[in-house]
């Protein structure tokens, strides 16, 4: 089901004099903020458990106590509403920032977690929208600023018995056009972190390169040198390192169980998008995480042989282990013209999806996918299907997913890639610049 887009409205305020009832509040008279618009009218994603950990900057969090007076004259905030956390600034305290754009230092036992799905994931004025499914299984979206795809990925936290962090799973790690390490470290800091990417493409493991040489993480799938570039030259994507490591012995027809300290999940290979696919289920939420084999929106298909077989696969196992949610890498990349009704891709480099897909697809959508797969090679055979726009269009919405193949993606969809080569490229080159920059500064201080 789609959902209405919320419309955004940029502030610069500067706030009223502090009064005893806020003092505890800082100068907002520097901060731009995009208001938070739906977060806060759904009081269903309020968990109603305490943080009780440091925040994800960039991470949504409810208040749990009337704070400082009223929200509506800018002097206080309310119990239940949705503020972003944007640092931890000891071990106890957060800096929270309100829709308008005013920042609050709370206790971190004065915020809930959040709970299920936000109403929209659209954020401008963070590298990250992050949002907690539930205290230990964060949900991190890149910012459409920074990528058009808006890649979605996912960090599994495993704690001790008294709710301290024990290490964690992150589940691809996007572009990685912004730095990951201050949105991940601040929860792991040294305790062991997994990192994996679904399949071999660069949007799914460029944040990987954020965290080399750190020895409490390990990098699995993809392990990027220090000249990472996803451009021109392919991904050294190392399957057999990943199928060893996880004891995997007969690809892909092999599932294998594996635990996060206390945390248990399994890995399911899933190949078709990619040779190397794989999906991964979580025995805690009953959540399965499946990459970019299964979203709503368009799928593009590398192996027709295989894919079939992985959407059967992961039909089986569902068969086997109670799924509450499927998620994916990505939601849908197009949207309806309104004087036809047919679909246009959203151009590469585009900052607004308008009417997106949830994230969350059920269970059936598995089934569904299935079908439409093997109605489309039954209507091909014994061809390789080929890109028909009338039939996509057609069912696009009715069932969220269409299989694409490589080959047939249409020439003005190729030709905006190559533009967004060009700006990846650069934004690399910028973001490694930075980052040498501020190594010699810091060089110079020591």
Known sequence: MHRIAVAILFLSLTGPQDTAADAHRRDASDVQWTRLGALDKNPESDSGEAL?????????????????????????????????????????????????????????DAVNATAGFPVNW???DRDYLVWAYDRDTIIIRESLKNSYEGNFFYLLLDTHADGSIAGGLLIDSGTGYADLKPYILPLIQDNPLTVISTHSHWDHFGGHRHFIGLSNVELLGYRPGSDYNPYPKSPEYDLDGLQQYFGLETWPTETVTFAIGNRKLELIPA??????????YDYKNRLLFTGDTLYPGLLFVEDWATFPDSLRRLILFSQQQPIEWLLGGHVEMS????WNGMHEYFFFGTNTHWNEHSLQMPLSYLSKALTIVDRTLDANAPGTPSYDATVIDQQFHSVPLVPVPFPGIP???????????????????MHDRKRINRLDTEARHD
Do not use: M
């Open 52 to 108: 009780d950990r440091p925040c994800v900057p960039g991470e949504t969090v409810v208040v749990r106590n009337k704070t400082g007076t009223d929200s509506k004259s800018k002097l206080g905030l309310r119990k239940g509403q949705f503020v972003v956390c944007i640092e931890n600034t000891d071990a106890d305290k957060l800096t929270v920032v309100d829709g308008p754009g005013y920042r609050w230092q709370l206790d971190r």
């Open 122 to 124: 659209t954020a401008f």
């Open 271 to 280: 190949p078709g998008h990619t040779q190397d696919s794989i999906a991964i």
């Open 411 to 429: 020439s003005y969809f190729r030709v905006n890639a190559g533009r967004l080569v060009d700006r990846l490229i650069e934004r690399h080159r």
């Open 335 to 338: 949207a309806p013209n309104w």
